[in-house]
């Protein structure tokens, strides 16, 4: 079966400096990857996916993602954080026998001013 | 603006109340699903659809049954409320193809509080 892991409950990054958001993941094929993000009480919301081609996959609100066969990893990263960008991101992979998402636990990031 | 949106954002129904959770989606979209988040557990599958009076199953569908009469509309009917089911519910839509290489959208949630 497809699934995703996110290793980390929380991660706390100071605004300006830059944030990762790991993800690991176990697929048979080529896998295909997605982050959303939920912000306080509100539904998710797309910020980018991984198909094929570049290892660098560029989404919404300045974030990328680096896509690393050898480390069946998908981090979440970006250069330079806002506090804005404190939510709650998760990883995800497509159940394609199901055509539904199968998502990681979910990783809480907080961005401090 | 593509939209999927949930009839209630907060709900509180007594235990053993028949529940119902309506889910509309503006995009002509086959695929419909509804997800329950509880912390630390993500998102698990409740049920889905991939056309009009046709459901499948998902991870968690103990206690809970669906209906889609219309193509647009998902509805998510919790039989008799427990408070086990204290929870957030998301409803998502997706193309023909499902989500292999499309994203999901989702509606804002709907937090349920069973008393």
């Known amino acids: ?16 400096n830059p944030l990762t958001v790991k993800c690991t993941y176990s697929v048979s094929g080529n896998p295909y990857l997605f982050w959303y ?3 306080p009480n509100r539904g998710l919301q797309f910020l980018l996916k991984y198909i094929t081609g570049d290892n660098l996959v560029k989404g919404s609100y300045g974030f990328e993602a680096e896509f690393n066969k050898s480390q069946t990893s998908f981090h979440l990263k970006k250069p330079s954080a806002l506090v804005s960008d404190s939510a709650l991101y998760f990883c995800a992979v497509p159940d394609t026998g199901r055509r539904a998402l199968t998502f990681g636990s979910g990783t809480r990031l907080q961005v401090q001013p | 603006d593509v939209k999927v949106t949930q009839s209630s954002r907060y709900l509180v129904k007594r235990t053993g109340e028949k529940v119902f959770l309506e889910c509309v989606q503006d995009m002509d979209h086959e695929n419909m699903f509804w997800y329950r988040q509880d912390p630390g557990l993500g998102l698990r599958l409740i049920y889905f659809s991939y056309d009009v009076k046709m459901k499948e199953k998902g991870d968690i569908p103990e206690g809970y049954s669906v209906s ?4 647009e509309r998902f509805s998510l009917i919790l039989e008799s409320a427990s408070t086990n089911q204290t929870s957030m519910y998301l409803c998502a839509s997706s193309p023909v193809g499902g ?14 509080t069973v008393v």
Do not use: I, W
């Open chain 1, 1 to 16: 079966a497809q699934s995703v892991a996110q290793p980390e409950d929380q991660v706390n990054v100071a605004e300006g």
């Open chain 1, 37 to 39: 993000v939920q912000y």
């Open chain 2, 68 to 71: 889609r009469e219309k193509k």
């Open chain 2, 99 to 112: 989500t292999a290489n499309t994203e999901a959208f989702f509606g804002q949630g709907t937090r349920l």
